[in-house]
């Protein structure tokens, strides 16, 4: 079995300043691990994968996500947020390649101009 | 690549109507693909995982009888909601599952999503 947590359910930064937003995960296995973004009205997007290649992941729009086995954390980051950044972000973990993902509660991420 | 549609985005039926929703790959062959339910302000849940000519696999308290799900070709694969009443209004979203045939990202491509209501 495997399960994300994601700790905040919504973060609120100023434009220009770093973003942070925390997943922990468990699972009994290697696990792939997932960010993706879903903006109002749109389909979700993805923005960076683990894959067990590199423990820290760069992915689209300036986002990277550090895997930390030890803590069981996955945590999304970005050095300065921008107002387009503004979305729902999902933490999601998958077993092997043709399974179902697992998606974390969300984290609904606001920026203040 | 790898863009997948879906069909119709949003629709509004009466309840006790049967619905159907397509999912398409659209540039590319998908061996699985997944169906998946959000409720407003809620995370994506799975619903089930369909194979091309097998039959679907659903995940625990879905009922089967009422979400039928045909996957009859390796770009299709339709839900249909059988006999809609209001609980089962929500965002329905499909996703496509290639492997690495797409990119070495092996990841699933999402359509974007159809929104139902039952009134």
């Known amino acids: 079995a495997q399960s994300v947590t994601q700790l905040d359910s919504h973060v609120s930064v100023s434009e220009g300043t770093p973003v942070l937003l925390r997943c922990n995960y468990s699972?009994?296995?290697?696990?792939?691990l997932f960010w993706y973004v879903q903006h109002p009205n749109k389909g979700l997007q993805l923005l960076l994968k683990?894959?067990?290649?590199?423990?820290l992941v760069k992915g689209i729009n300036g986002f990277e996500a550090e895997f930390k086995k030890s803590e069981t954390s996955f945590h999304l980051t970005k050095p300065s947020a921008h107002m387009s950044d503004a979305a729902e972000y999902f933490c999601v973990v998958r077993g092997g390649g043709a399974d179902g993902l697992t998606f974390g509660k969300g984290t609904h991420l606001i920026i203040q101009p | 690549g790898a863009v997948v549609s879906q069909h119709p985005s949003w629709v509004i039926c009466k309840s006790g109507t049967s619905v159907k929703i397509e999912c398409r790959s659209l540039?590319?062959?998908?061996?699985?693909m997944f169906w998946y339910r959000q409720f407003p302000k809620q995370s994506l849940m799975l619903m089930a995982t369909?194979?091309?000519?097998?039959?679907?696999?659903?995940e625990q308290g879905v009922e089967k009888d009422k979400f039928l799900i045909n996957h009859a070709s390796l770009t299709l694969s339709t839900l249909t909601v059988t006999s809609a009443h209001p609980e089962d209004s929500s965002f329905y979203i499909c996703?496509?599952?290639?492997?690495?045939?797409?990119?070495?990202?092996?990841?699933?491509?999402f359509g974007p999503g159809t929104r139902l209501t039952v009134l």
């Open positions: 369909s194979n091309e000519g097998s039959k679907a696999t659903y």
């Open positions: 683990y894959t067990s290649a590199a423990t």
């Open positions: 996703s496509a599952y290639a492997g690495l045939a797409v990119n070495s990202y092996n990841e699933q491509f």
């Open positions: 540039d590319f062959q998908a061996t699985t």
């Open positions: 699972s009994s296995y290697s696990p792939s």
